[in-house]
């Protein structure tokens, strides 16, 4: 089975003293962190980071160490990386991901969507628990937050 290992941050910002996280809408029409996969020799850190500023044009992340969740998961395989052989077979293989998350504090209001996405939002806990799409975020976002409360960081 294919294996895809991607690295996210739920990014957030503080402004009168409240707290936004940021979403992305994907083209797929859900409402998800900024992800991706990690390249040939990056660390974790360095694909957050790159994710980061081609997603949404943020570089002044201050990533919170001693935060990380992992989602886990099967999807089936994209049409344009199924191998000749499983294409004259009509078979769709499935795929493990696996998700590093992480936390990380910006200063940048301002983002730039990258072409994955449709649009964005700075939300407040509740609101942002509301948008996000799927299960496993909403799940990623309560940890998140409360991560942040407890350490008043």
Same mark, same amino acid.
């Given at each position: 089975?294919?294996?895809?290992?991607?690295?996210?941050?739920?990014?957030?910002?503080?402004?009168?003293?409240?707290?936004?996280?940021?979403?992305?809408?994907?083209?797929?029409?859900?409402?998800?962190?900024?992800k991706?996969?990690?390249?040939?020799?990056?660390?974790?850190?360095?694909?957050?980071?790159?994710?980061?500023e081609?997603?949404?044009?943020?570089?002044d992340l201050?990533?919170?160490?001693?935060?990380?969740?992992?989602?886990?998961?099967?999807?089936?395989?994209?049409?344009?990386?199924?191998?000749?052989t %499983?294409? &004259?077979?009509?078979?769709?293989?499935?795929?493990? @991901? $696996? !998700?590093? *998350?992480?936390? +990380?504090?910006?200063?940048? =209001?301002?983002?730039?969507?990258?072409?994955?996405?449709? %649009?964005? &939002?700075?939300?407040?806990?509740?609101?942002?628990? @509301? $948008? !996000?799409? *799927?299960?496993? +975020?909403?799940?990623?976002? =309560?940890?998140?937050?409360?991560?942040?409360?407890?350490?008043?960081?």
């Amino acid at each position: 089975m294919p294996r895809e290992k991607s690295v996210g941050a739920v990014i957030y910002r503080k402004q009168d003293n409240k707290i936004y996280y940021l979403l992305l809408k994907y083209t797929a029409k859900h409402w998800d962190f900024t992800k991706g996969h990690i390249e040939v020799g990056e660390t974790e850190d360095q694909t957050l980071r790159r994710e980061a500023e081609e997603e949404t044009g943020i570089k002044d992340l201050r990533v919170i160490k001693d935060f990380k969740e992992y989602h886990k998961y099967f999807f089936k395989q994209y049409k344009d990386k199924i191998s000749e052989t %499983d294409k &004259k077979k009509d078979k769709i293989p499935w795929v493990f @991901k $696996l !998700v590093s *998350f992480y936390l +990380a504090e910006t200063k940048t =209001k301002e983002v730039t969507i990258s072409w994955e996405h449709q %649009d964005y &939002k700075w939300l407040e806990y509740d609101e942002a628990l @509301k $948008l !996000v799409t *799927f299960k496993n +975020a909403k799940e990623l976002l =309560k940890k998140a937050n409360d991560f942040v409360l407890e350490n008043k960081i």
